[in-house]
């Protein structure tokens, strides 16, 4: 059986389609962008999330001491490193929460993942690179330059949905991230959430 992240959650209305789907992330996003949400709008979402799912939260290039608030306020269970972050944050986070770090990856080649292999986070995850964008591009990259000898489990994202599906989970990830693949109109979609959590669940 695979695993789901479903990520850009940030209505009511998205954690009530988690909960009845039940993926094994939820996923906050912090950074800029239409996604985005505050501390205190993910402080009441976490309460309502069903407790056995971890809630991820994103963040791109931000201070140490605003994502330490996030944990210290139980709104998120992990972290995920979206931006242009170094060992040195890693370690810094290390060292404040005992907390699962995910460093995500704009691919280019596969010299950007092995480089990323390197670091002390506990998974990686292996986005599309835009210049534009952090991440949210809602398109996929060429998922064959993954190596299959990485020391770091890995989460795949970047234009995942049930088109796709079958094919990103077969390239050995550890979770597929799934936000736009999940969406209609912008807006998290209850049957897309199904359907793609059936999917990966085997159900």
């Not at 912008?186 to 085997?202: N, Q, S, W």
């Amino acid at each position: 059986m695979g695993r789901i992240k479903i990520c850009g959650l940030r209505r009511k209305e998205d954690i009530q389609y988690v909960n009845e789907c039940r993926p094994d992330y939820a996923g906050f996003v912090f950074a800029p962008s239409r996604r985005q949400i505050s501390l205190v709008e993910a402080i009441g979402l976490r309460q309502m999330l069903h407790p056995d799912i971890p809630a991820v939260g994103v963040y791109v290039n931000q201070p140490v001491s605003d994502i330490m608030d996030c944990v210290i306020e139980g709104a998120v269970d992990w972290i995920q490193l979206h931006g242009d972050e170094t060992e040195a944050t890693i370690q810094e986070i290390k060292c404040a929460a005992d907390v699962p770090i995910v460093k995500a990856v704009r691919v280019r080649n596969e010299a950007d993942i092995r480089r990323a292999d390197a670091l002390s986070c506990d998974y990686l995850l292996f986005d599309t690179y835009s210049e534009q964008s952090y991440g949210g591009t809602g398109k996929s990259f060429a998922w064959e330059m993954i190596p299959a000898d990485l020391k770091h489990p890995y989460f795949l994202a970047g234009g995942i949905d049930e088109n796709n599906i079958q094919p990103a989970m077969e390239t050995g990830c550890y979770a597929v991230d799934v936000s736009g693949g999940v969406e209609t109109d912008g807006f998290k979609d209850r049957d897309k959430i199904k359907r793609l959590v059936e999917a990966v669940h085997g159900n």
